[in-house]
């Protein structure tokens, strides 16, 4: 079997920054592409950014010049770094790995259980 788990999420003020983990786990052979998505209450689920294996990455604009997506390949986890947050950014953010796993035939995603991010004052 193959996990993902979040962890880094809370409540954090406007302006302020959160990084979140995500840590993929099981009978893993080869991990491709990695992302975050987030949703907020009574919207659609949203790309925010990926990374591939080879740490070419994309984001969506509302956060470009904000969030930093990387990767630690050797552990396989992805990480997003949030800087100046505000309000608009309140959802629950979902790790995504595209992984082949051993008991598998083909490559296919993988979702984490989802973490939540507040901002308030």
């Known amino acids: 079997q193959v996990q993902l788990v979040e962890s880094g999420g809370g409540l954090v003020q406007p302006g302020g920054s959160l990084r979140l983990s995500c840590a993929a786990s099981g009978n893993i052979l080869s991990i491709y592409s990695m992302g975050w998505y987030r949703q907020a209450p009574g919207k659609q689920r949203e790309l925010v950014a990926t990374i591939t294996s080879g740490g070419s990455t994309n984001y969506v604009d509302s956060v470009k010049g904000r969030f930093t997506i990387s990767r630690d390949n050797a552990k396989n986890t992805v990480f997003l770094q949030m800087n100046n947050l505000n309000p608009e950014d309140t959802a629950v953010y979902y790790c995504?790995?595209?992984?082949?796993?051993?008991?598998?035939?083909?490559?296919?995603?993988?979702w984490g259980q989802g973490t939540q991010v507040t901002v308030s004052s």
């Open positions: 995504k790995a595209i992984i082949q796993s051993l008991s598998d035939p083909y490559p296919r995603g993988y």
